[in-house]
């Protein structure tokens, strides 16, 4: 396994080299990260059927792995028109490399706090929102809500905050020891702590839940949950 560039605290960012390793690094330090992008595959194709012209959004498309696997999963996945934003050029190129040939998928480089929605049908942020400060991530919502047909879907896999300093330092230890079983070491797993620092913002699932009801959805709740990592669903 190839490492993460990580120098000082609060240092994280997603540029440089991180695309070449990304997806490499994200299997051994997130648990259900594939299986996530499998229950997100599937659960696509429950509000894509009907009278099209569908569109898809996935916020935070990094190098592109789900962003390909939702526009090729099944006929009406393929019939949906995909718009994949991120704000890195790096991470743009490495996901239009990787969807080249697919005529049904965009890449966008772009901040998805002040892009353009269109009206869209479904929508994925994959360890996305939890980089944004709970103020930030309110208005997100809001947008993603709004541009929602009525029955659409936001799903959201996100690092969340346990109920209480006990439980979250038992999930944390459970959640290093599975990076260490992963093929971490002990310096990789401290180095990516300090440089998350200040960049990574994760709420609590009812704080999540609060800002889902807040921005509009009809329905919520969760769907996926491992450790501190959780993924929603809000229907409008």
Same mark, same amino acid.
Request: charged share 20%; proline share 5%; aromatic share 8%.
């Given at each position: 396994m190839?490492?993460? #560039?990580i ?9 440089? =080299?991180? #695309? ?10 997130? #648990?259900?990260? =594939? ?10 194709t ?10 898809? !959004?996935?916020? @935070? ?22 718009? @994949? ?18 005529d ?6 772009g ?5 353009? !929605?269109?009206?869209? =049908? ?8 939890h980089f ?18 009525p029955?659409?879907?936001? +799903?959201? +896999? ?27 070491? #002990? ?10 620092? @200040? ?7 009812? =704080? ?5 009801k ?5 329905? !919520? @709740? ?7 990592f ?7």
């Open positions: 190839t490492s993460l #560039p120098t000082s605290p609060g240092s994280w960012v997603f540029s440089g =080299d991180v #695309p070449t390793v990304f997806v490499d690094h994200a299997r051994h330090s997130v #648990p259900l990260y =594939d299986a996530g992008h499998d229950l997100v595959c599937d659960l696509s429950c509000f894509l059927g009907g009278d099209g012209p569908h569109i898809g !959004y996935e916020l @935070g498309s990094a190098t592109g792995q789900l962003l390909h696997r939702l526009a090729t999963h099944g006929p009406a996945n393929h019939a949906t028109h995909w718009i @994949g934003v991120d704000r890195e050029a790096a991470m743009v190129k490495a996901a239009r490399e990787h969807c080249a040939g697919l049904n998928v965009e890449v966008v480089e901040d998805l706090t002040t892009i353009a !929605y269109q009206h869209c =049908d479904f929508v994925v942020a994959y360890l996305t929102m944004l400060p709970p103020g930030l991530r309110r208005e997100v919502f809001r947008q993603i809500c709004q541009a929602l047909r029955g659409g879907a936001f +799903f959201m +896999f996100d690092k969340v905050l346990a109920p209480g300093a006990q439980l979250e330092d038992l999930i944390t230890t459970l959640h290093y020891r599975f990076k260490r079983n992963a093929g971490l070491s #002990p310096e990789e797993i401290l180095n990516k702590k300090e440089s998350l620092l @200040g960049v990574l913002q994760p709420v609590s699932t009812d =704080d999540n839940v609060a800002l889902l807040e921005a509009g959805f009809a329905s !919520y @709740g969760t769907i996926l949950k491992y450790l501190a959780e993924g929603f669903i809000a229907i409008k």
